[in-house]
C-alpha cells in the first residue's frame, strides 16, 4: 500500500515538473526572437544546471529508475532549449550563423557583460579594492582559468588599474585563500562604495564563479559567506558575524605559525587557556571549513555559534 501510494506521488511529481518545465519555456517561447531576451539568459549558467542533470539522468538510467530517467530527460531538453534560445537562433538575420557559432557569440559577449557590469561599480577610491576582490575570487578554488584571468585583466584595464592578472595555479594554502576573500571584501565596504553599486555586487560576484563553466563548492561557499557581509551593509548593520573560528595553540611553535597564516592574528587569555580568533563568519559552512583546514594543519580548532552565547 505504501509503496503503492509513493510510486503515485512520485509521477505526480514528475507531471508537475513537465509542467514546471512548460510554463517557464512558454513564456521564453513567445519571445524568442527578441535580442533583449536571448541576451538576458546566461548560457554558462544554463550549463552548470545541464551538467550535473545528464549525469543523474545517467545514473537512474543505469539503476533502471524509470521516473528519474524522464525527469531528467525534461529538464535536459529544457535546458537545450533555453541554450538555444539565449544563442539568440531565433533573433532575426541571426540563424544562419549556425548555433555553435552563436552560442560561442553569446558566451562571448556575456564576459563583455560582466566587464561592464564591473565598471558601473566604479566608485573614486574603491576601484583597486574591487579588482582585487575579483582576483581573489578566481584564486578561491586553487587555480585562476584562462577566461576568469583575462575577465579580471579587461575590468582592471577599464578602471585603469594597473593589475594584470595570468592563468596560473594558486600556491597559497586553502586556508589563506578563503581568508583572503573575507579581507578583500571588508578592504572593499570599508571605501564606503555608494549602495547601488554594492547591490550589483552579489551579481558580479555570481557571475564571475561561474565564469569558467563550472563552480567549485568552495566558491559557493564564498557566495554565500560574502552576500552575508553585503547584506550587513545594505542594512546599515554591525552586527558581529554568528560563527566564530578559535584556535587553542599548544605550544609557542604553533603561535607562530599561525602569525604566518594570520596577519591580524591577535593572541588573548581567558580563564580557559590561551586562543586565537582566526575569523568571524556569516555562514556555519564557511566557519567550518576554515577550521576544518586548520584541524588539517595540526592545530586544535573550534567553531562557536555567537548567537547561542
Known amino acids: 500500500m505504501i509503496e503503492e501510494l509513493v510510486s503515485f506521488l512520485a509521477y505526480g511529481s514528475l507531471m508537475m515538473g513537465a509542467a514546471s518545465a512548460y510554463l517557464t519555456l512558454n513564456k521564453l517561447w513567445s519571445r524568442k526572437h527578441i535580442p533583449d531576451v536571448a541576451a538576458s539568459i546566461s548560457i554558462p549558467g544554463t550549463i552548470l544546471e545541464l551538467i550535473p542533470t545528464f549525469i543523474f539522468g ?35 538575420g541571426q540563424r544562419g550563423a549556425g548555433v555553435l557559432n552563436l ?29 582585487e576582490l575579483l582576483q581573489r575570487l578566481a584564486e578561491v578554488d586553487g587555480e585562476v582559468s584562462d577566461r576568469e584571468a583575462s575577465l579580471i585583466s579587461d575590468v582592471a584595464e577599464k578602471m585603469n588599474v594597473k593589475l594584470t592578472v595570468t592563468p596560473r595555479t594558486v600556491t597559497d594554502s586553502r586556508t589563506k585563500r578563503l581568508l583572503n576573500i573575507r579581507d578583500a571584501l571588508q578592504a572593499y565596504l570599508v571605501t564606503s562604495p555608494p549602495p547601488k553599486n554594492v547591490e550589483k555586487l552579489e551579481y558580479l560576484i555570481h557571475q564571475l564563479n561561474i565564469a569558467d563553466g563550472h563552480e567549485h563548492d568552495d566558491e559557493k561557499h564564498a557566495f554565500e559567506e560574502l552576500r552575508g557581509s553585503i547584506r550587513n551593509f545594505l542594512d546599515g548593520k554591525d552586527e558581529t558575524p554568528a560563527y566564530r573560528v578559535l584556535i587553542a595553540p599548544q605550544s609557542e611553535d604553533q603561535i607562530s605559525r599561525i602569525a604566518d597564516l ?29 577550521c576544518s583546514e586548520f584541524r588539517d594543519l595540526g592545530f586544535f580548532c573550534v567553531v562557536t555559534d555567537e548567537t547561542s552565547a
Open 103 to 131: 552560442v560561442w557569440r553569446s558566451v562571448r559577449s556575456e564576459g563583455e557583460e560582466l566587464g561592464n557590469l564591473a565598471q558601473s561599480l566604479l566608485h573614486p577610491g574603491s576601484s583597486r579594492q574591487l579588482v
Open 58 to 92: 545517467v545514473y537512474y538510467f543505469l539503476n533502471t529508475e524509470r521516473v528519474g530517467v524522464i525527469d531528467s530527460i525534461i529538464w535536459v531538453l529544457a535546458a537545450l532549449f533555453t541554450i538555444l534560445i539565449g544563442s539568440g537562433f531565433w533573433v532575426q
Open 262 to 290: 594570520l596577519s591580524d592574528a591577535q593572541l588573548h587569555s581567558d580563564v580557559g587557556g590561551r586562543g586565537i580568533t582566526a575569523g568571524e563568519f556569516h555562514t556555519r559552512e564557511y566557519a567550518d571549513t576554515v
